[in-house]
């Protein structure tokens, strides 16, 4: 009879255990005809099921002894177990059938039932009669249980399946009376006889009104639910479910396994994934709607089929499901995951690879002998040299996710660009390609959004600097060391005003000059003055005229860059306007009279010459008022020179006044006088800073901080265009949901503004001089002090933000390292260097450090701030692709386990691997096989390589292979799965007649 382990492991299969054959009592139709019915049936696994017999059974395989099914001797039985129904006064009669294994010799089987007793004497001869093992034979479930287990022949090699709610089921044993032997019999089964899928979802303990606890409570395990034909005509078809009208319907009982014994025990270990009942399970629907989506199988090759002792002649079919390639270190193994990816055209980068590296397999040539091909589902073959390189134009086949890139994305600096640049694909994966609006990746997509967000938020932050910078010269003015220099000043103005001294006064002649002199000194005195006042004022017009030109200048750059933005605007947006068909004239124009520039420029420096003249050195007094000064100074000196001994010396002191008094006004100065070169200008200095300046710094600061919540709401209007992004992807997360949370391990996304944990300590940091008094003394005291700072502040709103940049600034200006906190002049905190202060301000004021991100947060742990260890990190990356990539072309994972413990890896990647198996094809090379057996890997592809002539050899089967279950171990070294799982279960494997492994998957 034929066994099989498939090599391309555990895949769906039709089984129908639940068929009668003319050995059980009413069955209609011959042996032949019932042969004949099993071989045309489109089941693999048939199980031929009689009254207390295996004679059907029997016949069979000596009727059919090469028949291309498989067919398992199933008994079943009426249990002598008196029960109440709930429905009714009557009794409620029970059967339960028994799954044997087909390598147990048929005669043992046979001999057992004949030895049954029944009304106090053996079966015996009368197990040939099949009405009297229908109408008299029932038996004590627990006594046939116990006589199986207490047989070594059948221990571990028979399976129990319980009737619920069909005939002879246990649904209708009153729970009152009889709940505990109810629930005895269903913890003492290993199938429920049921399709009902209410009741497949209970004992898979899916019921939303049942807490898991209370299923604990009841049932030692889930349990799969099994449904046959119930076949008693050879006329019936083998495989088809009966309807509620007894008739045959679509539905079937499909298996995912090989078609043996130990592959129906392995549904008992997984009976969520491993059984479906309806017309054809989900998987096999995408297979058949995605075929070039499915790798069937890898062929690897030398190109010369005649070369000697090969690294590779191989060819290994591939399951659709999870394959996991094990092996010792040095076996072959990612040089099958590297060899799909190169033929798969992944886009990974080769540097990465494991084995067709430069360094390796590629050096000298090795790998120009061999060749990939690989094989879809399709039935299309590609095949790869396996020294070709990628051609990354071409569509992806594969994504691969090479061990080396992952160590690159876990590089403990959080979340890295790397990894950033994965982030950004998979969401960008989920814009419809109408909405984005010709871009291709998020970020070109996000800057074209938030374009006019980001150009507002660099506008704000010049003003902030702008008003960084009045209030650094504010503050300048508050240090001791001004104030210390206008006081010396002062009192260097006062002493100099002191020390000036008045001329000794001369009394006017009584001899004076003749009329006519009189009158030619005052004249000359008179013009003097009006041209020294002249020239004063000819002096400030000028410097006005200097200043508009200045402005002109200015202005005629700016408006040359308004027409540079306005033409390159036209250009940018030309292909938009004319697909909207929108007239750029009528949308906006722009209109600059350079004339108007031009005859004012003009003007202006036709002004300046002209001043220019005026205040020459050179010339004539008739075009220079210089000249013209001169000249009436020298014509006063002729006169002033003529006068008398008296009257020369009269002249002399009134000059000498005059230039006292000249001094003295620029020593004492005027009132409004900002020159803090004079005595009033420094005395109002000096009561402006101590009584003033505080209130000018509070008010500048108040429109400072204006300006930083300007900018933050600029970044909240920013988080808009990111939902909206996002929303595509928001929806997928938000119906896998309810997925997640039964994982016990839930990724979310949102948007927000996050704060940059990771760099911001070590930039603030680098504005301060650490080896100071004060409170951020010593690195690592400085460093704790920050982080506590960050961790103790509200970073989520625009008050708490403006208050963290509030105690940072107080950690400056205070010790707080110290009892007291004594005060600090901020200056000494920072590191000696020009515009120190105003870059800090500038950093913490421009809010650099915060942005507009996705939040992704896994099982409460938030991704940016980096509160995951490396391991995690890697995880979640594949977690990632595991959950909401959406590209569904296979997924190839080189040690996805790789920095994670155990149970890290149980608890954070078995459910979600588990559940991306079911949507598309995973391939995992792993060094511990423990992470198959936990996934529930479709297919094992063991990995050998023979040291002396490296040769890599290749074999494959399902983890319920015997043989593969041994590679498993041999991989292992011996010793056990060391994976814990909460159902409290262990995975058992038939190695050999004398030795049960059990492979422990449980605490």
């Given at each position: 009879m034929k066994i099989t382990n498939d090599p391309k492991g555990s895949i769906w299969r039709k089984w129908d255990l639940h068929v009668h054959s003319p050995a059980s009592f009413s069955y209609k139709g011959t042996y032949d005809q019932f042969v004949d019915q099993i071989e045309k049936s489109d089941c693999d696994v048939v199980g031929i099921n009689d009254y207390c017999s295996v004679e059907g059974y029997k016949q069979f395989t000596t009727k059919a002894p090469n028949s291309n099914k498989v067919v398992l001797p199933v008994v079943e039985f009426r249990m002598t177990n008196a029960l109440l129904n709930k429905n009714s006064k009557n009794g409620q009669r029970i059967n339960f059938h028994i799954v044997f294994s087909n390598e147990i010799d048929i005669l043992d089987i046979e001999n057992f039932l004949k030895s049954l007793i029944v009304n106090g004497s053996q079966i015996s001869s009368k197990y040939s009669d099949s009405k009297f093992l229908y109408e008299n034979v029932a038996v004590d479930f627990g006594r046939t249980k116990e006589l199986l287990e207490a047989n070594p022949t059948f221990r571990g090699k028979y399976l129990i399946w319980m009737p619920y709610d069909e005939y002879g089921g246990i649904d209708n044993i009153d729970p009152v009376n009889d709940q505990w032997f109810k629930q005895g019999l269903i913890n003492d089964s290993h199938f429920i006889g049921s399709s009902n899928q209410k009741q497949i979802d209970f004992f898979l303990w899916k019921d939303d009104k049942v807490k898991e606890e209370k299923f604990e409570e009841w049932f030692k395990d889930k349990k799969p639910c099994l449904k046959g034909s119930d076949s008693h005509e050879h006329t019936y078809p083998i495989g088809a479910i009966r309807d509620e009208k007894s008739q045959p319907c679509e539905r079937c009982c499909w298996i995912k396994a090989d078609p043996t014994f130990e592959g129906l025990r392995q549904v008992v270990n997984e009976p969520e994934d491993r059984i479906f009942i309806g017309k054809m399970p989900p998987k096999l629907l995408d297979i058949e709607s995605n075929k070039s989506h499915y790798i069937n199988a890898i062929s690897l090759k030398p190109v010369d089929s005649t070369q000697k002792n090969p690294w590779f002649d191989n060819e290994i079919p591939i399951n659709p499901g999870l394959v996991a390639i094990i092996g010792k270190k040095g076996s072959g193994k990612s040089a099958q995951a590297d060899s799909m990816a190169l033929a798969g055209k992944s886009h990974a980068d080769s540097n990465t690879y494991s084995f067709l590296r430069d360094d390796k397999f590629r050096k000298k040539g090795l790998a120009k002998q061999y060749e990939a091909i690989l094989t879809w589902e399709d039935g299309i073959s590609v095949k790869s040299n396996l020294d070709d390189q990628v051609n990354l134009t071409e569509p992806e086949q594969?994504?691969?996710?090479p061990q080396k890139f992952v160590e690159a994305i876990c590089d403990g600096s959080g979340v890295n660009q790397l990894f950033q640049q994965e982030i950004d694909k998979v969401i960008f994966s989920y814009v419809p390609e109408e909405n984005r609006n010709s871009t291709s990746n998020l970020k070109d997509l996000i800057r074209l959004k938030t374009g006019l967000i980001d150009r507002n938020v660099e506008t704000l932050k010049q003003k902030v600097s702008e008003q960084n910078g009045s209030i650094c010269k504010l503050e300048n003015k508050k240090l001791p060391i001004y104030l210390g220099s206008l006081k010396r000043k002062l009192e260097e103005k006062q002493r100099e005003l002191k020390n000036l001294v008045k001329p000794k006064k001369v009394t006017e002649p009584k001899s004076k000059p003749s009329k006519d002199v009189e009158d030619k000194i005052s004249a000359l005195n008179k013009s003097f003055e009006e041209v020294e006042k002249l020239i004063g004022e000819k002096q400030l017009v000028l410097k006005g005229v200097n200043q508009n030109i200045t402005k002109v200048q200015n202005l005629e750059?700016?408006?040359?860059?308004?027409?540079?933005?306005?033409?390159?605007?036209?250009?940018?947006?030309?292909?938009?306007?004319?697909?909207?068909?929108?007239?750029?004239?009528?949308l906006i124009t722009i209109k600059i009279d350079e004339a108007l520039i031009t005859q004012k420029k003009t003007s202006l420096n036709l002004e300046k010459d002209s001043l220019t003249i005026l205040l020459s050195e050179e010339g004539d007094a008739k075009t220079s008022l210089v000249v013209k000064k001169k000249g009436i100074q020298a014509d006063l000196k002729t006169i002033v020179d003529s006068l008398d001994k008296?009257?020369?010396?009269?002249r002399e002191y009134q000059k000498a006044l005059k230039t006292y008094q000249t001094k003295r006004g620029l020593i004492e100065g005027v009132d409004d006088d900002t020159s803090l070169t004079t005595i009033k200008s420094l005395t109002g200095e000096i009561e402006?800073?101590?009584?003033?300046?505080?209130?000018?710094?509070e008010t500048s600061e108040k429109l400072r901080d204006q300006t930083v919540e300007q900018i933050y709401d600029e970044l909240l209007k920013k988080i808009s265009f990111y939902e909206e992004i996002y929303a595509p992807l928001a929806k997928v997360i938000s119906d896998k949901e309810e997925k997640q949370r039964k994982t016990g391990s839930v990724l979310n996304f949102d948007v927000g503004i996050v704060f940059?944990?990771?760099n911001f300590p070590i930039d603030f940091l680098s504005f301060i001089d650490q080896s100071r008094d004060g409170s951020f003394q010593g690195k690592a005291e400085a460093l704790i002090r920050v982080k506590e700072t960050i961790a103790n502040s509200d970073l989520k709103t625009k008050d708490g933000v403006v208050n963290f940049i509030k105690e940072l600034i107080e950690c400056l200006r205070v010790d707080k390292s110290v009892k007291g906190n004594p005060i600090k002049l901020l200056d000494d905190q920072l590191i000696k260097s020009d515009g120190k202060k105003l870059e800090l301000y500038n950093y913490l004021y421009g809010l650099k450090y915060l942005e507009v991100k996705y939040n992704i947060t896994f099982n409460g742990k938030d991704l940016n701030e980096n509160e995951f260890s490396p391991g995690e990190i890697g995880a979640l990356l594949l977690i990632f692709y595991l959950l909401i990539d959406k590209d569904k072309v296979p997924l190839i994972i080189d040690q996805p386990e790789e920095n994670l413990d155990n149970e890290s890896v149980y608890t954070l990647l078995v459910p979600y691997i588990k559940q991306a198996k079911k949507e598309r094809q995973i391939i995992i090379v792993t060094h511990n096989p423990n992470l198959a057996v936990v996934c529930d890997a479709e297919q094992i592809i063991s990995s050998e390589m023979d040291k002396h002539t490296y040769e890599i050899r290749y074999t494959s089967g399902s983890i319920e292979n015997p043989a593969t279950n041994k590679k498993i171990l041999d991989v292992l070294e011996g010793t056990l799965p060391a994976f814990q799982k909460r159902d409290q279960k262990y995975l058992k494997r038939t190695i050999a007649p004398e030795k049960e492994i059990q492979m422990q998957t449980t605490p």
């Amino acid at each position: 009879m034929k066994i099989t382990n498939d090599p391309k492991g555990s895949i769906w299969r039709k089984w129908d255990l639940h068929v009668h054959s003319p050995a059980s009592f009413s069955y209609k139709g011959t042996y032949d005809q019932f042969v004949d019915q099993i071989e045309k049936s489109d089941c693999d696994v048939v199980g031929i099921n009689d009254y207390c017999s295996v004679e059907g059974y029997k016949q069979f395989t000596t009727k059919a002894p090469n028949s291309n099914k498989v067919v398992l001797p199933v008994v079943e039985f009426r249990m002598t177990n008196a029960l109440l129904n709930k429905n009714s006064k009557n009794g409620q009669r029970i059967n339960f059938h028994i799954v044997f294994s087909n390598e147990i010799d048929i005669l043992d089987i046979e001999n057992f039932l004949k030895s049954l007793i029944v009304n106090g004497s053996q079966i015996s001869s009368k197990y040939s009669d099949s009405k009297f093992l229908y109408e008299n034979v029932a038996v004590d479930f627990g006594r046939t249980k116990e006589l199986l287990e207490a047989n070594p022949t059948f221990r571990g090699k028979y399976l129990i399946w319980m009737p619920y709610d069909e005939y002879g089921g246990i649904d209708n044993i009153d729970p009152v009376n009889d709940q505990w032997f109810k629930q005895g019999l269903i913890n003492d089964s290993h199938f429920i006889g049921s399709s009902n899928q209410k009741q497949i979802d209970f004992f898979l303990w899916k019921d939303d009104k049942v807490k898991e606890e209370k299923f604990e409570e009841w049932f030692k395990d889930k349990k799969p639910c099994l449904k046959g034909s119930d076949s008693h005509e050879h006329t019936y078809p083998i495989g088809a479910i009966r309807d509620e009208k007894s008739q045959p319907c679509e539905r079937c009982c499909w298996i995912k396994a090989d078609p043996t014994f130990e592959g129906l025990r392995q549904v008992v270990n997984e009976p969520e994934d491993r059984i479906f009942i309806g017309k054809m399970p989900p998987k096999l629907l995408d297979i058949e709607s995605n075929k070039s989506h499915y790798i069937n199988a890898i062929s690897l090759k030398p190109v010369d089929s005649t070369q000697k002792n090969p690294w590779f002649d191989n060819e290994i079919p591939i399951n659709p499901g999870l394959v996991a390639i094990i092996g010792k270190k040095g076996s072959g193994k990612s040089a099958q995951a590297d060899s799909m990816a190169l033929a798969g055209k992944s886009h990974a980068d080769s540097n990465t690879y494991s084995f067709l590296r430069d360094d390796k397999f590629r050096k000298k040539g090795l790998a120009k002998q061999y060749e990939a091909i690989l094989t879809w589902e399709d039935g299309i073959s590609v095949k790869s040299n396996l020294d070709d390189q990628v051609n990354l134009t071409e569509p992806e086949q594969v994504k691969y996710l090479p061990q080396k890139f992952v160590e690159a994305i876990c590089d403990g600096s959080g979340v890295n660009q790397l990894f950033q640049q994965e982030i950004d694909k998979v969401i960008f994966s989920y814009v419809p390609e109408e909405n984005r609006n010709s871009t291709s990746n998020l970020k070109d997509l996000i800057r074209l959004k938030t374009g006019l967000i980001d150009r507002n938020v660099e506008t704000l932050k010049q003003k902030v600097s702008e008003q960084n910078g009045s209030i650094c010269k504010l503050e300048n003015k508050k240090l001791p060391i001004y104030l210390g220099s206008l006081k010396r000043k002062l009192e260097e103005k006062q002493r100099e005003l002191k020390n000036l001294v008045k001329p000794k006064k001369v009394t006017e002649p009584k001899s004076k000059p003749s009329k006519d002199v009189e009158d030619k000194i005052s004249a000359l005195n008179k013009s003097f003055e009006e041209v020294e006042k002249l020239i004063g004022e000819k002096q400030l017009v000028l410097k006005g005229v200097n200043q508009n030109i200045t402005k002109v200048q200015n202005l005629e750059i700016a408006l040359g860059s308004l027409q540079k933005q306005f033409d390159d605007f036209l250009s940018g947006y030309k292909e938009d306007l004319t697909f909207l068909g929108i007239d750029p004239q009528k949308l906006i124009t722009i209109k600059i009279d350079e004339a108007l520039i031009t005859q004012k420029k003009t003007s202006l420096n036709l002004e300046k010459d002209s001043l220019t003249i005026l205040l020459s050195e050179e010339g004539d007094a008739k075009t220079s008022l210089v000249v013209k000064k001169k000249g009436i100074q020298a014509d006063l000196k002729t006169i002033v020179d003529s006068l008398d001994k008296e009257n020369n010396a009269f002249r002399e002191y009134q000059k000498a006044l005059k230039t006292y008094q000249t001094k003295r006004g620029l020593i004492e100065g005027v009132d409004d006088d900002t020159s803090l070169t004079t005595i009033k200008s420094l005395t109002g200095e000096i009561e402006y800073v101590q009584k003033k300046l505080d209130k000018d710094i509070e008010t500048s600061e108040k429109l400072r901080d204006q300006t930083v919540e300007q900018i933050y709401d600029e970044l909240l209007k920013k988080i808009s265009f990111y939902e909206e992004i996002y929303a595509p992807l928001a929806k997928v997360i938000s119906d896998k949901e309810e997925k997640q949370r039964k994982t016990g391990s839930v990724l979310n996304f949102d948007v927000g503004i996050v704060f940059d944990k990771l760099n911001f300590p070590i930039d603030f940091l680098s504005f301060i001089d650490q080896s100071r008094d004060g409170s951020f003394q010593g690195k690592a005291e400085a460093l704790i002090r920050v982080k506590e700072t960050i961790a103790n502040s509200d970073l989520k709103t625009k008050d708490g933000v403006v208050n963290f940049i509030k105690e940072l600034i107080e950690c400056l200006r205070v010790d707080k390292s110290v009892k007291g906190n004594p005060i600090k002049l901020l200056d000494d905190q920072l590191i000696k260097s020009d515009g120190k202060k105003l870059e800090l301000y500038n950093y913490l004021y421009g809010l650099k450090y915060l942005e507009v991100k996705y939040n992704i947060t896994f099982n409460g742990k938030d991704l940016n701030e980096n509160e995951f260890s490396p391991g995690e990190i890697g995880a979640l990356l594949l977690i990632f692709y595991l959950l909401i990539d959406k590209d569904k072309v296979p997924l190839i994972i080189d040690q996805p386990e790789e920095n994670l413990d155990n149970e890290s890896v149980y608890t954070l990647l078995v459910p979600y691997i588990k559940q991306a198996k079911k949507e598309r094809q995973i391939i995992i090379v792993t060094h511990n096989p423990n992470l198959a057996v936990v996934c529930d890997a479709e297919q094992i592809i063991s990995s050998e390589m023979d040291k002396h002539t490296y040769e890599i050899r290749y074999t494959s089967g399902s983890i319920e292979n015997p043989a593969t279950n041994k590679k498993i171990l041999d991989v292992l070294e011996g010793t056990l799965p060391a994976f814990q799982k909460r159902d409290q279960k262990y995975l058992k494997r038939t190695i050999a007649p004398e030795k049960e492994i059990q492979m422990q998957t449980t605490p």
